[in-house]
């Protein structure tokens, strides 16, 4: 790519980001609101893509309420002890149970960054992922809100040098998981 495509593309991303807080902003705001959303939003790195580090506040251009943003869980993260939710929506579906979805598809999109994967278009397929995992942070975040009778509730505490992108190990004590069937592949 050179300079000219590569800023081209930054100014695309600015913009489908500033279209997604204008329609979070007509939707969820009367009036002056709108600037405020405006006012709060990313202005660069990877908050501005509108994929990556959704809040669930709609800051990163992800629309719950549209076609896509209801998503069907695909599996299960292995760390996951709860209630199975494979195959039913992400609004169906315990807080937890999304943040820890959202942990593992944020490890699969770095693994493909990673390998340097692509999808059939040629995009970076870890795209995908981060997508799918910004819903499930949005999700689990509008679930907790109207279980606080509309309050925002406080994220959950991480274990301190957890990184977000590679989920922590099982402890030694569990027993091994099963072997890995195409079934368990979420694609």
Known sequence: MNET???LERIEKKLDTLLGLL???AAGASG???VAVLRAAPSSGAAASGVANDDGGGFGGVD???PRGDPEVRFSPRRWSGADFKGRRYSECDPAFLDMLADAL???AQRDDDSGAVDKNGNPKGKW???DASRARGWAARLRANANGGAAAPEPA???GTDVRRPARAPASRAPEPAVVDDDIPF
């Open 5 to 7: 495509e590569e800023r």
């Open 23 to 25: 329609k979070a902003g």
């Open 32 to 34: 002056g609101a709108s």
């Open 64 to 66: 719950l309420d549209g």
């Open 106 to 108: 944020e490890w699969f």
């Open 129 to 131: 992922s981060r997508l």
């Open 158 to 160: 991480r274990a301190v």
